[in-house]
Each structure stands twice: as structure tokens, then as C-alpha cells.
């Protein structure tokens, strides 16, 4: 883990980020001159200033990623205050809807998925990244602290989170440093992997040079405890000697029939379940080599790299210093205020966010050449980031307090190529995020609350890995080793009975017997979970016992100063008089229950409280308030507390959101499946539950009459009232009792561009 001085220094700097911020109204006044001194000069005039309606929707898209609700827009729309837009950028900008939007938009940007590697099995590091980047922004952490942070993360996923940055392109170092270019500096490097950049300045030689000071950031499955691996891998080990299940294996004594391989194989099992979940920083240890096909005359094939920034990018050179850590050389380099490229890139992504479009496109693609369209406006928010330390927020706030981006938007084309500079900002589709969280906004109340039921899995999912961890680490090598030994034995013995089992299934299949067959299969199959099992009960059983011993003691501190870990530790064991015979699998299914239970006591309050509401008292009634708060909970859920990226075929996915694999690789294309998703499919039926927030607005208009159901429906949906022409086409409809049971009105504005726009 990274030194408590550097977190401390971080801290300072995080006051004198408070000290130093810029003066907001003179920030925006500033940006507004420099806007309109270009447009002045290309002869262009600005467009007109948005309307409180286009404005409020705009915002709320913008910062919080969704619509604003009904009463949000009612009550802005209502109010007198002069300052109540500024005022309103403050709320959303210290809202838990920000962290929620900007999470997503970050996401794509770092491509983080639920499954980063291996499939299942990474899912606790994407929690912990995930946990790290939800906090980070919610704390406002300076962007150049939160980059230091990920491109040093070492550690467990379970103590940082960070480490999901490696995690996500694991053992890929090389991949890994084109993508940290790409978003922190802007550069697009990937070319030069394999050979000199052809369009651009970057060598072969640049590339490796770069590489080679994030190299040795290791994603290890191995042990972590020097004492354990010296144990298996360790002093005795037949040098050259590295077989493909582990390393070499140390020469301990071993039983009959049990030969160095299959302690091998046995670690191999052993250490499975805490795959992808750990990165080593070893960035002064490990040296990265030129391929062997390298082909230029500067440097031999296979020739050692120092760690060097090139003189093409920059004149510092070599900048590790005696006794540093090349890669904290580095995160300090790339995020100094003297690096332009990386506040360039900060500043011109920030802008583009809010704006639709950058002063610099494409925004990491930056050359020597680039000029940004309005290079005056550029180089003023990159002092404004500079000036309030990176603080994410100012910018963000000064931008939207500018008249810049409080016009009307922009509605032509901007071809490729073509000079934007900004009379409004560009009209744009939302993005399927959001999308679907204003879904979420028209379906329950208070939308940007996080989900408490993701937390719990993430937690437990968390604390599940560490527990393992610890459990394992608990072990005496002399421990490990015959633990080792023993599922050496058990693996052998199910080796033999699945080749006893495929003897019968080829017998039972000359013989044609179907029941004799699907036994044999079956005996197959189950091999991976019986290995399993043996693990959990001869190795991670022992390491908790151990726990068990020592928390019955009150010594548990002696091992692990982690007081929560230590509190669940005997809770677990209380919640079972027979404590002696807890298996860890068993304990961490106590854990869980404890934390779903305390879901479940909540549910079942606010399953009382709405039938209340609602007066409901018919158990059909009841059923259905119960199937539509179930819903409520585990599906219709802000994007950012779903899984990364949501599963083909969702909703999300049908309206372009990306799939994680590259950087950026949302897309805004209209489909049929689109179209046939909000005409025929369960977004909008879900909508009309009865129970539901627009739902009971139009209940209510219906009872007030008139004009009432279509302005509650704009409203809703576009943030202001239809105009004359737009209630006369659909007043007919609002009229007819059965359409306005069904939703028709809802059901065609929502079907309109309109209200898939940021005006």
C-alpha cells in the first residue's frame, strides 16, 4: 500500500483546493467573454437564452443524468428567485443524482465492466472499483488525486478499490498503458506497440519506454504472505523449474502416490477463489524487454528498458529517483500541473460533457498539431482547473452558471471536421443511461437514492474475498503445506472416480442405457463443485477455525486490527450455539442473512406504509402492491447500481449503451429495436402500474379535468406545458376516460424526439 505521508499531503492539498477556488461569477463571465469574442470574430450571432423549461430539463440531464421530476420542475418553473438557477446547479452538483450520473459517464470512460476478467470471479474487484469511483466522486476528490490513486493501486479489492484499473486489463501491461494515455493524456499510443506510429510522433521504442514504468504492476492469484509462498514456491525449488500450475514447488516431504506436480495443481484450486482480486506493485523488480521481432537500429531485439519519459512527449527524461517506485514516479509526473497535456485533457473532457462537444475532437486524439477551436477559451479553463486544484465541481459549476451554456441549444448537424464555437450548446440524444434513469424517475419516488440492495451485495460479495483471504493467511506454512497435501489427495481420488465414471458412460453408451448415462454424466460434472468443496473444507474450514479460536479467546486483534471484520467474526460464530463445527462458507451465509435482514425489516416497513397510501387492504391488492415494490427494487434501479455493462437484450443495451470494451463506446444510433422496445415492449406497461409516480399524476389530473392530463404529461416528460396546437391534437384523446386509464397520452409524447433530446 501506498505511504500515509502521500495521503496526507493529498489532504493538504485538498484544503488549499477549498482556499484557492475561483471566483465562480467571474469564472463564468470570463468563459462568456472569450465565447462570444469568437463568435464576434467568425461573425456569428449567439443563439437566444434557454427558457426556464428548456433550461431545468437541460440541467437535470446534465448533472444528475435524468428528467426532473414532476415537482422539481413545477417548483422551479414556479419560483421568483433571481439566483434560483444558480442555486439549483449547487443542490444537483452536491446531489447523490451527480454522483450517480457522472459514475456512469466515468465508466465508460475507464470501460468498467462486472465481469473484467474471468468471468464471474472478478466481480469483487469491479465492487471495490466501482465503491472507490462512487466515493471519489461523492467526496469530490481532486481528478488528479483520484488518477495517482488508480494508476498506483496496489493491494487487495477489498481494502482498494483502485486496483480495478489493473484488474480490468489483467496481466496486460502493454494494453494498459495505451489506455492510460488515451484517458489521462489524450494520446493515442496504441499504434506504437507493435511499431512506429505511422501518422504520428510516437516510436516503437516511446512506447516501451513508458511501459516500462506501469510494467511490474502486477495482477497476482498468488499468496501474498511471504512466509506462506516461501512454503509451496519458495527456498528448495529446483531453479528453471516452473511448471504451469503455480511455479516451481518447493521440495518439502511429501506422501506416497502425491508427486511435486499435483501440489501444484492442488495451489492452483487453492487459490481460485481469490483470482483477480489482488495487484502487487513490483515496478522496481520487474524489467520490461523490446520483442523479439523488434526491428528498428536504436535498440537491440529483446534489449531491457529503462524507465524514460521520451523526448517526443516531454524534456523530463528519466525521473525515477534512487529508492522510488518508478510507477509513483510516473502518477506524480503525468499529474503535475506542469504536464499540459493531462489539464488539457481534464478540462476539454468536462467541457465537451456539458456542452456536446469539445473545444479539442476528437477529445484523445491530441497531436502537436491540434488547435483547439478557440485556443483562448482552452488555455483559460485549463488555469481554471489549475486554479481550483483539479476540483471536478468548480469547473463543472462555472461552466453551467456561463450564459455559454444557458442559450439555446445548437439544432444543425456539426460535420466532421467542421469549426464549433459554441452559440449554444449541440442538441443531442440522451444517452441510454439516460435514458433509463428518467424510466426510473417517471416509475418510484426519490430516484437518485442509491440502491441499498446493491450495497448489500457488493459488501458481501467484498467481504467474502476477504474473509477467504484472511482465512488463508491465517495458516502456519507447515499448515498450508499438508492443507496442500491433502487436496493433492482429494483431487487424485476425483480424478480416478471421473475416469471410472467416463469407463461407465462409454459402456452405458454401446449399451444404450439413457438412466446409466445420465449417472455417469452427472458423477462428470460435478467434479469442479466437489473440488470445491473439498477446498472450502480442508483449507479456508482451517484458516477459520482458527478465527473461531481466537475470537471465543477475545484475540481476534491479535491477528487482524480490522475491528468490523473482527465484530462479524463473532457474530457469525454467536449465531451458532455450536460454534466449534462453523464452516467459513456457513459463517459468511450467517453474514449475509444479517445484512439481508435488515432489507427485509425495511421492506416490510415500507410495504406497510404504502399500503396505508394507497389503502389497500384486498390480498389480491396487496399482492400487487407487493410485485410492483419488488420490481421497484431489484429492476427498475438508477444504471449506476445495475451491473456494468446491463446483459444484451436490456433495455440499456438496446439504446447503445457501451459494452466496456473500449474506451468511450456508447453510441447514440436509433434502431427498430428501439422503436419496437417503447411501442410494444414492458417499459411503458410498467409505467402504468397504478402504483407508480406518473401513474398517480395522471390519476389525479384525471380527476381535475380539463387540460390537466396533457400538462401533466409534458410537464413530466418535457418540462413545460403543451402548446395550444399540441393540446388541441391531443385533447380528444385526454377526453376519452378508457385512453387515459391506458396511458395514451403519456404513450405518444413519450414515443416523440422530443423527449429523447437535451434541448
Known amino acids: 500500500m501506498k505511504t500515509t505521508l502521500f495521503c496526507i499531503l493529498i489532504s493538504l492539498l485538498s484544503i488549499q483546493a477549498l482556499q484557492a477556488a475561483p471566483d465562480l461569477k467571474a ?42 421530476t414532476l415537482h422539481e420542475t413545477t417548483e422551479f418553473l414556479k419560483s421568483s428567485d433571481t439566483d434560483k438557477r444558480s442555486k439549483l446547479i449547487d443542490s444537483l452538483l452536491a446531489s447523490e443524482g451527480y454522483v450517480q450520473n457522472f459514475f456512469n459517464y466515468w465508466a465508460d470512460i475507464l470501460r468498467m465492466k462486472s465481469q473484467m476478467v474471468g468471468g464471474g470471479q472478478s466481480l469483487p474487484a469491479y465492487y471495490g472499483y466501482a465503491n472507490w469511483l462512487k466515493a471519489s466522486l461523492r467526496d469530490n476528490k481532486p481528478y488528479d488525486q483520484m488518477v495517482r490513486e488508480v494508476v498506483t493501486a496496489d493491494g487487495k479489492s477489498y481494502e482498494n478499490g483502485a486496483i480495478g484499473f489493473y484488474i480490468r486489463d489483467y496481466n496486460m501491461p502493454l494494453d494498459n498503458m495505451a489506455v492510460t494515455t488515451q484517458i489521462f493524456l489524450g494520446t493515442s499510443m496504441v499504434c506504437a506497440q507493435c511499431h512506429n506510429h505511422p501518422f504520428d510522433k510516437w516510436t516503437q521504442m516511446d512506447y516501451y519506454q513508458m511501459a516500462a514504468h506501469t510494467y511490474g504492476m502486477t495482477a497476482s492469484n ?12 519458495g527456498g528448495g525449488a529446483a531453479k528453471n523449474k516452473n511448471n504451469r500450475y503455480g511455479g516451481a514447488v518447493t521440495k518439502f516431504d511429501l506422501p506416497e502416490g502425491v508427486e511435486r506436480k499435483d501440489i501444484g495443481r492442488a495451489m492452483t484450486e487453492i487459490l481460485r477463489p481469490l483470482r483477480y482480486n489482488t495487484v502487487l506493485d513490483q515496478t522496481d523488480k520487474k524489467v520490461l524487454a523490446l520483442p523479439h521481432d523488434y526491428q528498428y537500429t536504436d535498440a537491440k531485439p529483446k534489449q531491457r528498458i529503462e524507465p524514460v519519459i521520451p523526448a517526443s512527449f516531454s524534456k523530463d527524461g528519466k525521473i525515477v529517483k534512487d529508492g522510488q517506485q518508478p510507477i509513483t514516479s510516473y502518477a506524480a509526473w503525468m499529474t503535475s500541473k506542469d504536464n499540459p497535456r493531462f489539464t488539457t485533457v481534464i478540462a476539454n473532457r468536462l467541457w465537451k460533457k456539458l456542452m456536446g462537444q469539445g473545444l479539442i475532437e476528437p477529445v484523445d486524439e491530441i497531436t502537436d498539431s491540434t488547435v483547439p477551436s478557440n485556443p483562448q477559451l ?19 459549476s462555472a461552466i453551467l452558471n456561463s450564459q455559454a451554456y444557458q442559450r439555446e441549444a445548437y439544432t444543425k448537424d456539426v460535420e466532421l471536421g467542421e469549426v464549433y464555437n459554441f452559440p449554444g450548446p449541440l442538441l443531442r440524444r440522451m444517452s441510454a443511461e439516460q435514458i433509463w434513469d428518467s424510466m426510473v424517475a417517471l416509475y418510484k419516488p426519490n430516484p437518485d437514492a442509491p440502491s441499498i440492495e446493491t450495497k448489500v451485495e457488493a459488501e458481501i460479495t467484498l467481504r467474502r474475498i476477504e474473509w477467504l483471504d484472511r482465512a488463508l493467511n491465517t495458516l502456519t506454512p507447515k499448515q498450508l503445506q499438508a492443507c496442500t497435501v491433502k487436496v493433492a489427495q482429494k483431487q487424485k481420488e476425483l480424478a480416478a472416480e471421473v475416469r471410472a465414471a467416463q469407463e461407465k458412460m462409454e459402456a452405458a453408451s454401446k449399451a444404450k442405457d439413457e438412466e446409466a ?25 482451517a484458516g477459520f477455525k482458527r478465527f473461531a479460536e481466537l475470537a471465543r479467546e477475545g484475540k481476534l486483534d491479535e491477528f487482524s486490527k480490522d475491528e468490523d471484520f473482527a465484530k462479524e467474526v463473532a457474530a457469525a460464530i454467536k449465531a451458532k450455539k455450536d460454534g466449534e463445527d462453523l464452516g467459513m462458507e456457513e ?45 421497484r427494487d431489484t429492476y427498475m434501479l438508477r444504471a449506476a447500481d445495475l451491473r456494468s455493462p446491463a446483459p444484451n437484450g436490456h433495455f440499456l443495451r438496446e439504446f447503445g449503451q457501451s459494452d466496456r470494451e473500449l474506451v468511450e463506446n456508447s453510441n447514440d444510433e436509433a434502431s427498430v429495436g428501439q422503436a419496437l422496445m417503447l411501442l410494444n415492449g414492458k417499459t411503458f406497461s410498467n409505467l402504468m402500474n397504478r402504483y407508480t409516480v406518473i401513474a398517480r399524476a395522471l390519476d389525479k389530473a384525471r380527476k381535475e379535468g380539463g387540460e390537466s392530463v396533457i400538462d401533466t404529461v409534458y410537464l413530466s416528460l418535457l418540462s413545460r406545458k403543451a402548446t395550444a396546437e399540441e393540446k388541441a391534437l391531443l385533447q380528444p384523446i385526454a377526453d376519452n376516460a378508457d385512453a387515459t386509464d391506458r396511458g395514451d397520452v403519456l404513450w405518444t409524447v413519450l414515443n416523440t424526439r422530443q423527449f429523447f433530446f437535451i434541448q
Open 587 to 631: 459463517a459468511l451465509g450467517i453474514l449475509a442473512k444479517q445484512r439481508r435482514a435488515k432489507l427485509q425489516e425495511q421492506a416490510r416497513a415500507r410495504m406497510k406504509a404504502d399500503a396505508e397510501r394507497f389503502a389497500v387492504d384486498d390480498k389480491n391488492e396487496k399482492a400487487s402492491l407487493a410485485a410492483w415494490e419488488n420490481f
Open 517 to 541: 448415462i445420465r449417472e455417469a454424466r452427472k458423477a462428470i460434472q460435478s467434479q469442479r463443485k466437489r473440488i470445491d468443496e473439498a477446498v472450502d473444507a480442508i483449507v479456508y474450514d
Open 222 to 233: 498468488g499468496l501474498t504472505n511471504p512466509l506462506l509462498a516461501q512454503a509451496i514456491y
Open 27 to 68: 469564472t463564468a463571465a470570463k468563459i462568456d467573454e472569450l465565447v462570444n469574442a469568437k463568435l464576434a470574430k467568425e461573425k456569428i450571432s449567439p443563439n437566444k437564452p434557454a427558457s426556464d423549461e428548456i433550461f431545468v430539463r437541460r440541467v437535470y440531464l446534465d448533472v444528475v443524468g435524468r428528467i426532473p
Open 378 to 396: 482552452m488555455t483559460f479553463l485549463e488555469e481554471t482547473m489549475k486554479a481550483s486544484n483539479y476540483d471536478m465541481k468548480a469547473v463543472l
